[in-house]
T-cell receptor
Framework: DTAVSQTPKYLVTQMGNDKSIKCEQNLGHDTMYWYKQDSKKFLKIMFSYNNKELIINETVPNRFSPKSPDKAHLNLHINSLELGDSAVYFC??????????????FGPGTRLTVL | GENVEQHPSTLSVQEGDSAVIKCTYSDSASNYFPWYKQELGKGPQLIIDIRSNVGEKKDQRIAVTLNKTAKHFSLHITETQPEDSAVYFCATRLSNTGNQFYFGTGTSLTVIP
């Protein structure tokens, strides 16, 4: 069973479109994250949710909107896609907030290409 | 905020040799230091971690050392094998920012058979 899953794995779309990436974790974790990995492999946190509540919101254009229908899911919706949005997006989860159970488990990634 | 620097960006070693990757950080409030391995086409996977009250931790061929005074920590891989080839990331977590992680820029390790 996949612990953290993302769909789709690949997403190719035109500039200006709206798209969503879905993430689900079956680990019973309380905290979920979205990261963006650019072409140079740099990993940057975008959002973090704990029990469906937003706790981290880095400087990300408001075209990006996370949605957490329940604590096992954290979806990422992107409006008006731009060329610079092309990257690999990773979802991750961890047990909770600050504490001893810090390990983050990453999904397989979604490669987004904006044409 | 935290600033994590990682060196080298690329590293090639002969099979059987050791590999060392180093990271420095800026915020003394960091208290948790994981290392991730990312294979091609996959997400990062935790391979070892260390907490601020420990100086060294070892797991088979992998070890991590932490120097809190100097604010640096290192990953050591001994007896490298071709399957160790991947991109490795260090990360830190500040004790006062919930669960926000700051990642290094990655090291692409190639083990030459």
């Amino acid at each position: 069973d996949t612990a953290v899953s993302q769909t789709p794995k690949y997403l190719v779309t035109q500039m200006g479109n709206d798209k969503s990436i879905k993430c689900e974790q079956n680990l019973g974790h309380d905290t979920m994250y979205w990261y963006k990995q650019d072409s140079k492999k740099f990993l940057k946190i975008m959002f973090s949710y704990n029990n469906k509540e937003l706790i981290i919101n880095e400087t990300v254009p408001n075209r990006f909107s996370p949605k957490s229908p329940d604590k096992a899911h954290l979806n990422l919706h992107i409006n008006s896609l731009e060329l610079g949005d092309s990257a690999v997006y990773f979802c991750a989860s961890s047990q909770g907030l600050a504490g001893h159970t810090d390990t983050q488990y990453f999904g397989p990634g979604t490669r987004l290409t904006v044409l | 905020g935290e600033n994590v620097e990682q060196h080298p960006s690329t590293l090639s070693v002969q099979e059987g040799d050791s590999a060392v990757i180093k990271c420095t950080y800026s915020d003394s409030a960091s208290n948790y230091f994981p290392w991730y391995k990312q294979e091609l086409g996959k997400g990062p996977q935790l391979i070892i971690d260390i907490r601020s009250n420990v100086g060294e931790k070892k797991d088979q061929r992998i070890a991590v050392t932490l120097n809190k005074t100097a604010k640096h920590f290192s990953l050591h891989i001994t007896e490298t094998q071709p399957e160790d080839s991947a991109v490795y990331f260090c990360a830190t977590r500040l004790s006062n920012t919930g669960n926000q992680f700051y990642f290094g820029t990655g090291t692409s390790l190639t083990v030459i058979p």
